[in-house]
């Protein structure tokens, strides 16, 4: 079975734009959940999708958005960014998602914000 | 507030030398308990979980973990490391009280593993 995939891998943007990310989870899997690793404040969870719909969410202001589709694939997009989002950005699918379920992560967007 | 400490940032020990990387969790009445490894430019690999029974848990890569709820701790140990074992150790807690879940990791340890 493939991996869970993420593209971009990486991306550089500017203050103020907004940005999409994109993990494609294993298949079969239908949980998503999104975390953003810094330096600072570590791993952090943003938010869990299970088939379509948004579960849980972390403590992020609401630059912060996701989504999923009906195939399991889910985008993350951040809006009006700033130097603060600068982040590696790691999604991980499971079966039934977040609980006694293993995560398995992909290899991460590193989002760098100027 | 729920949380995972890591104490030790980072870690440097010798090749073939035993370690022991610790990680306590706030006190909680059940709780799921994780490491997870990640090597550089990688994502997270999960090693071991703790989710109930034996106390002691091993894992892939020789590792192992014991639970103990008294000292809430899940410290995870390896009797003898190679150079690449040299990653960051992330140890991580979903607290299974309420009705959503959410992994909540430390601040990760640094093993590095000199020849």
């Known amino acids: 079975k493939a991996g869970v995939t993420q593209t971009p891998r990486y991306l550089i943007k500017t203050r103020g734009q907004q940005v999409t990310l994109s993990c494609s989870p294993i298949?079969?899997?239908?949980?998503v959940s999104w975390y953003q690793q810094t330096p600072g404040q570590g791993l952090q969870f943003l938010f869990e999708?299970?088939?379509?719909?948004?579960?849980n969410k972390g403590n992020f202001p609401g630059r912060f958005s996701g989504r999923q589709f009906s195939n399991s694939r889910s985008e993350m997009n951040v809006s009006t960014l700033e130097l603060g989002d600068s982040a590696l950005y790691l999604c991980?699918?499971?079966?039934?998602?977040?609980?006694?379920?293993?995560?398995?992560f992909g290899p991460g967007t590193r989002l760098t914000v100027l | 507030a729920q949380s995972v400490t890591q104490l030790d940032s980072q870690v440097p020990v010798f090749e073939e030398a035993p370690v022991e990387l610790r990680c306590n969790y706030s006190?909680?009445?059940?709780?799921?308990l994780f490491w997870y490894v990640q090597y550089p430019n990688q994502g997270l690999q999960l090693l071991l979980k703790?989710?109930?029974?034996?106390?002691l848990v091993k894992g892939i890569n020789g590792f192992e973990a014991e639970f103990n709820k008294s000292q809430t701790s899940f410290h995870l140990r390896k009797p003898s490391v190679h150079i690449s074992d040299t990653a960051e150790y992330f140890c991580?807690?979903?607290?299974?009280?309420?009705?959503?879940?959410?992994?909540?990791f430390g601040k990760g340890t640094l093993l590095t593993v000199n020849p």
């Open positions: 991580a807690v979903i607290y299974s009280g309420g009705s959503n879940y959410k992994l909540t």
């Open positions: 298949s079969g899997h239908r949980s």
């Open positions: 006190s909680s009445v059940s709780v799921y």
């Open positions: 991980a699918s499971s079966t039934s998602g977040v609980s006694t379920d293993t995560q398995y």
């Open positions: 703790y989710l109930s029974g034996s106390t």
């Open positions: 999708y299970f088939s379509e719909t948004q579960r």
